[in-house]
């Protein structure tokens, strides 16, 4: 037996007690949110109808760097924290690099994936502050399970919009949101003022996310005592989700090891902001040389192809405008996309440090992702979600240049769940059903000309 630790865990007792709000450290603060009406910056007050009042400070909070993780969110983030930090022996020798690959295991937690780190939180919030019904969006589900199962451990009523398509091709998801005792509703629907619009203009409508969150929005505003949630995208969620990077942090440290590379795969940047924000503490306030890495697919290119603009974050233009990366709100990507990642646009805080250069943006084609995670699956045992596959994609390219330099980097990416349930994906992979895509400039500027009169 050699004496090459393979997994790193930390004790009960040292989960993080604080999320890191980058925000705070950030030189360049990510421009205000925008009243679509009056152009007006937006206050916390502006968002109370809709989300908990503390996540609505959490959000627009640029001062305090730590904020306290409340003890009631720490009990349930014992269920399956700490995750494994790992290091990647068997993905290293398949590829014959010199790297050292290590991954932060987010897909141990009880519904597979990272979201719960933030479920957990916003519906201990919604609680505490005299919510009883919730509701939200999902695509292919895994944010749709993750509240559903958050909802039902602080006693509160779930009500879920699913993407029509999703709800179709990908029933056990739906399934798992039942389990837990949600109720789940394909969208667009007829139960809202904004499905009936959707499906009088096109009444054949697939349904996108953009749609499901329009849906989710008008019912927390009709609805008393109901708020809404966001399995991504916004500030607050990301500040959840550091408690990824807080603990790789630590765990890096216990394998005498500090990443020259920091990956994650980018739908609209929870996952990648939570394992990167910690790191890149130490690069803003330190001047700590790491690169940090977002892993988009190329048919939803908006960090390497989209622009920096202020763009909706729905379809029917409900939320307010949002300064960020984007491909424009209407932006829809090519139905053979099979990997996730389907949403236009990035969240503030990625998107004012992409235009600063603190990080950068890959993007990667769909046959790519799917060889990544099958070497993957086949050299360390666990089969991950498409969306994950990404960021294993882009961390092999790094592994590969090393290869070709012989430097010995250490490459950290995160898993953000497994691919257990999205294994119809992986059948069309494996029944070379599957295609490239890449999209036309005149598609992007399409979406982009709508955009530059808001
Ligand atoms: C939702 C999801 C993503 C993308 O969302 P981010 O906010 O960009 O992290 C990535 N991986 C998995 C497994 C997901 O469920």
Not at 81 to 100: D, F, K, N
Not at 143 to 153: C, I, P, Q, R, T
Not at 234 to 239: A, E, G, I, K, N
Request: aromatic share 10%; charged share 20%; with cysteine.
């Amino acid at each position: 037996m050699s004496n090459k630790q393979k997994r790193f865990l930390l004790p009960e007792d040292e989960i993080p007690r604080y999320w890191y709000n980058i925000q705070a450290d950030m030189k360049n603060k990510p421009l205000p949110p925008l009243n679509p009406r009056t152009k007006e910056p937006l206050k916390p007050e502006d968002l109370y109808p809709i989300f908990a009042e503390e996540l609505c400070r959490q959000e627009l909070n640029q001062t305090d760097a730590w904020i306290e993780i409340p003890e009631e969110v720490r009990e349930m983030y014992k269920y399956y924290r700490s995750t494994p930090l790992v290091r990647a022996y068997g993905l290293e020798e398949a590829l014959g690099t010199p790297a050292h690959i290590y991954f932060k295991n987010e897909s141990v937690s009880p519904i597979g994936s990272h979201k719960l780190n933030s479920a957990l939180a916003q519906a201990y919030y919604c609680k505490k502050e005299g919510v009883t019904n919730v509701t939200t969006e999902t695509g292919a589900g895994q944010w749709g399970a993750a509240l559903s199962y958050a909802a039902k451990v602080f006693g509160l009523e779930a009500a879920v919009y699913q993407v029509k398509i999703s709800y179709e091709q990908k029933p056990y998801r739906r399934s798992i949101m039942q389990t837990f005792g949600a109720q789940v509703t394909p969208s667009p629907s007829m139960s809202t003022r904004a499905g009936k619009d959707i499906l009088t203009r096109t009444p054949n409508h697939q349904g996108s996310l953009g749609t499901a969150i329009s849906e989710a929005i008008e019912l927390a505003r009709t609805t008393p005592n109901c708020k809404y949630t966001l399995g991504s995208v916004l500030s607050h969620v990301t500040l959840h989700q550091t408690v990824i990077g807080l603990e790789a942090e630590k765990q890096m440290e216990m394998a005498g090891e500090y990443p020259d590379v920091v990956i994650g795969c980018f739908g609209g940047g929870s996952n990648f902001g939570g394992i990167c924000f910690p790191f890149m503490r130490h690069t803003i306030l330190e001047g700590k040389q790491t690169r940090y890495v977002a892993a988009e697919p190329n048919s939803c290119p908006k960090l390497t192809r989209g622009k920096f603009h202020y763009d909706y974050g729905d379809e029917a233009g409900y939320t307010p405008l949002l300064p960020m990366f984007t491909l424009g709100h209407n932006f829809a990507p090519a139905n053979i996309h099979a990997g996730g990642l389907r949403y236009h646009g990035a969240g503030v805080i990625v998107s004012q440090l992409l235009k600063d250069k603190l990080m950068e943006a890959v993007d990667i084609p769909q046959l790519e992702t799917f060889d990544a995670g099958c070497l993957f699956a086949r050299a360390e045992g666990i089969i991950p979600a498409p969306e994950s596959c990404h960021a294993i994609a882009a961390a092999i390219r790094e592994a590969n240049k090393c290869k070709e330099t012989g430097e010995e980097k250490v490459i950290l990416f995160n898993l953000s769940g497994h691919g257990l349930i999205d294994m119809s994906a992986y059948d069309q992979y494996l029944s070379g059903n599957l295609m490239n895509y890449s999209l036309e400039d005149e598609e992007i500027e399409k979406n982009l000309k709508d955009i530059e009169l808001l």
